[in-house]
């Protein structure tokens, strides 16, 4: 109990709803094989519960080792794609490094507030170089909102949004 206290909130929240999850779709399936005898919704319930709960596993040695890197930055800069459901956040460290984050639309972002990334450890990221790009569907965990950054938005936002292309 003592490891789980010791996450990240985010992290936290996203192996719980994923246990939830589980959890919720053995029960549909439960209920739906005693109302209505249905033998195959009871098996793909319990496949997708078995699925979400070998997820949930490997999720939480990967937290609980603390197997996970963090790029923590102010958003400096959003390109929107016509025609595509993803978007790219910029982010500008405090050493000055850019990373670009590909992320879904439907995650609320704003330019100008801070953001700690959670990935998994990939063997092809190396911290001397200046810009990376991380893609959600390679190794992305979650996205932490921090709160707005407050000295020199103006300035950075100005000067560094020129190289994401905005």
């Given amino acids: 109990m003592e490891k789980l206290k010791a996450w990240p909130p985010v ?46 596993v490997t999720f939480f040695r990967l937290v609980s080792k603390q197997a996970y890197e963090t790029v923590e930055g102010v958003c400096i800069g959003i390109k929107k794609a016509p025609l595509r459901k993803q978007r790219s956040l910029c982010l500008l460290t405090e050493s000055g490094a850019e990373h670009t984050i590909t992320l879904d639309k439907q995650t609320p972002v704003r330019i100008g507030n801070r953001y700690r990334a959670y990935f998994q450890p990939s063997g092809t990221a190396s911290e001397a170089a200046p810009f990376q790009s991380f893609l959600v569907q390679d190794q992305f965990l979650a996205l932490e909102d921090l709160g707005e950054y407050r000295a020199g938005v103006e300035d950075d936002s100005e000067k560094t949004s020129e190289v994401c292309g905005n």
């Fill in 11 to 56: 992290l936290l929240r996203k192996w719980l709803l994923t246990c939830v999850i589980g959890i919720g779709c053995l029960l549909v399936g439960i209920v739906m094989f005693l109302a209505a005898g249905d033998r195959v919704m009871l098996m793909i319930s319990g496949l997708l519960a078995l699925m979400t709960a070998l997820r949930s």
